[in-house]
């Protein structure tokens, strides 16, 4: 496909934000083609200055061997396997988050699962995800984007919850959200359980000029007011959709179903008027109409909008390593190509929650965890919405041997 069929540099244009784009029906088809040749237009400084650092700092490689990019200690993305891979993806650790406003997106964790009402674990949710990252590279073949190369990212480590402690825990998710938030930084919270869903908006409600809307993929409505006489991870809607600028007809609930949403939850939601589309909805009108209306009712009169991804909206047998495994919610494929759907420019952060890594098997929960965060970036990168920031030559560098 030549560049001109796509005036904007790419094969379809998912997002219906402010100023939405419409979509090319010969995206199915073309998508193959297209990044093939879009691979050519990625740059490539960031790789070859991680070659540069690791032969520096990790030693030019034995005299065996022919590819002699390859240092003698593992300074770098490769092999997979090696090295301190820590971080999200492998990207720069910032020690001092002081100075995270020279970065455009910040990854950080809300270890957390004092909300969980039936079986803990979220709180090893952001060290899960991260490992599950070390199988990743920062390019995709299909959305023809390297993040490596286009975006300035970095991982900030995680918040110092309190376990056993709710609402103290709840106050630190909001002061750290809203450090990030304020300094024009875009958020990626790991959770966690779902509980951090009020201190994440909370965070950044006063910082938004006007209305956030909220898009919330989920088995569970999550709406109730209490839970065991507390703000579990079955109430956050409740209390983000109490503050002033976060009103309950904004928030759009995708995936809910089967036998776990409290009747109380329901009560709530119906009450408000939140918007609610099953997983038989999906299935009846597809995934398009399904992200066109969470689109609309996200962004009704909203000034931002905020992405909230429980990874138990997956069938339980793509994601069992969760704290209230449902089985029939939608499959790793729909979920993804509704996340690229959504995450339209105007997205003023994401998380992703309750991943448990100690009931997860080869790694999938956390797999899928990692791609929802991946998926979204890359689309964000690739409408124009994130990478405009410059990324920072030698300042952070990519793998662990920051400069
Ligand atoms: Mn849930």
Known sequence: MSDHEHPEGNPDSHSHGPGGHSHSDAFAQKEGKWAMEAEARLSQFRHDEEIQRGLAYGLSGSPTLVDRTIPTFSRGELPHFAGERGTFLNTPYLEDVNEVEDAEVAVFGAPLDSGATYRPGARFGPQGIRRSTNVFGTYSYELGVDLREQLNIVDIGDIFTIPGNLEKSFDQISQAMAHVYQRGVFPVVLGGDHSIGYPTIRGISPHVDGNIGIIHFDRHVDTQETDLDERMHSTPWFHATNLTNAPATNLVQIGIGGWQPPRA????????????????????????????????????????????????????????????????????????????????????????????????????????????????LAILVREGHLGKKPALRNRHAWGPQAT
């Open 265 to 376: 939850g329901v009560k709530v939601s119906r009450e408000r008027g939140t918007t609610i589309i099953t997983v038989g909805d999906i299935e009846r009108v597809g995934i398009e109409k399904v992200a066109e209306t969470a689109l609309e009712v996200a962004w009704k009169d909203a000034k931002a909008v905020y992405l909230s991804f429980d990874i138990d909206v997956i069938d339980s047998g793509f994601s069992p390593g969760t704290g209230w495994p449902e089985p029939g919610g939608l499959l790793p494929r729909e979920a993804l190509n509704l996340i690229r759907m959504v995450s339209a420019p105007g997205l003023a952060g994401l998380e992703v929650v309750e991943c448990a890594p100690p009931y997860d098997w080869a790694e999938q929960t956390a797999l899928l965890s990692s791609r929802v965060v991946m998926d979204s």
